[in-house]
């Protein structure tokens, strides 16, 4: 037994992290620095992705790659050309950018669910095809799309995003057959209410006693980002290299209900 090695180890994995520059995705950047993965840091706002290298280790030589996932068709040619460019390969990638909007159906508009379908799951999807590549990414790699929740239970306001996670959930099953002809792995973590910049804006939309609500109904109370994070970077380490096609639930008990 090598008792030096470490599967939970990130050392000398690159991975590609979306939404980088708040929320989960900022915290996951965070952890999978600690544990030693070389990052790609993606989101709109070069200024905040700056800021959230900072906060990173400096000897890493971490990538700023600001983008605007709205531009699936554009995402392909960007993504070969960063690697290209950078002269480096994927070992995982985490799609963690997320929007979420709080509107009655009876006031929806399909714009709406076009735009959350858009960053929620259709760019998520993109990525993963263009990892396809051998130019893009090491054989064997790892996938992670950030769903919820709210992909398997309902909640009144929020049908455009939940249906957006539900399509994650789905696609993951699919898709991890597919990959595993190259021995990748795609798998989903679907988180509870944690706080966020996100969960913020919702809560301010809610009286006190729906926030009330919320909260009771996490029998460990509501989460963090971090505790999401942690189960991002499992999936992406060794330690989870039998585990493809699943939909791992991080929600303090929510769904116990």
């Known amino acids: ?30 952890i999978l620095d600690q544990l030693g993965a070389r990052l790609i840091l993606v989101g709109r706002n070069q200024e905040l992705l700056e800021q959230r290298k900072l906060k990173l280790s400096s000897d890493k030589n971490h990538i700023i790659a600001p983008f605007d996932l709205n531009c699936t068709d554009k995402i392909k040619d960007w993504l070969t050309d960063l690697v290209s460019t950078n002269s480096i390969k994927l070992d995982g990638a985490v799609h963690a950018a997320g929007i979420q909007k709080v509107i009655p159906l009876r006031m929806h508009q399909l714009d709406h669910y076009e735009e959350i379908m858009r960053i929620n799951f259709y760019s998520g999807v993109a990525i993963l095809q263009s990892m396809v590549s051998k ?10 799309f950030i769903s919820s929740v709210m992909g398997s239970v309902g909640q009144s306001g929020v049908s455009g995003y939940s249906s957006s996670k539900g399509a994650v959930n789905s696609f993951v099953k699919s898709a991890a057959l597919e990959m595993s002809r190259n021995n990748a792995r795609v798998n ?10 996100m969960s913020d804006k919702l809560f301010s939309l809610l009286s006190e006693e729906q926030q009330k609500n919320i909260i009771n109904y996490h029998p460990l109370g509501v989460g963090t980002s ?32």
């Open 1 to 30: 037994m090598n008792l030096s090695y470490n599967p939970y180890s990130l050392n000398g994995k690159i991975i590609l992290v979306t939404g980088a520059s708040s929320g989960i995705g900022s915290k996951t950047a965070e």
């Open 188 to 197: 989903a973590v679907a988180p509870g209410f944690v706080v966020s910049e």
């Open 226 to 257: 971090k505790d999401v994070a942690y189960g991002v970077a499992y999936l992406l380490s060794d330690a989870a290299k039998w585990i493809t096609g699943t939909v791992l639930t991080i929600d303090g008990g929510y769904t116990c209900h």
């Open 135 to 144: 130019k893009v990414s090491n054989s064997s790699f790892s996938y992670v």
